[in-house]
């Protein structure tokens, strides 16, 4: 039984829609956990999801993922809203 605070489930364009609305290039899984309201570790299992499928791209940075849109990412997007 999911967390009665928490979503019960998040949409993948309500994921990339948070990448797409960021003012940041990129965006960190712990951000984005807080603007979607899912685990840290539940988030950076949906971002590599995403990333497998062709939405999102990442790279690693002094210790830290840094997420961001790919074009296919940004035209979901708006095809999807």
């Avoid at 570790?41 to 790919?70: C, F, I, P």
Wanted: charged share 30%; proline share 5%; with cysteine.
């Amino acid at each position: 039984m999911p967390d009665p605070g928490r979503k019960p489930t998040v949409s993948d364009l309500e994921i990339l829609r948070e990448f797409a609305l960021c003012s940041d290039p990129f965006m960190h899984a712990t951000e984005l956990a807080e603007a979607v309201d899912l685990s840290r570790q539940g988030v950076h299992n949906r971002l590599e999801q995403l990333q497998e499928e062709g939405y999102l791209d990442s790279k690693m940075t002094a210790g830290t993922r840094n997420w961001w849109l790919t074009d296919e990412g940004r035209n979901y997007v708006s095809e999807e809203s």
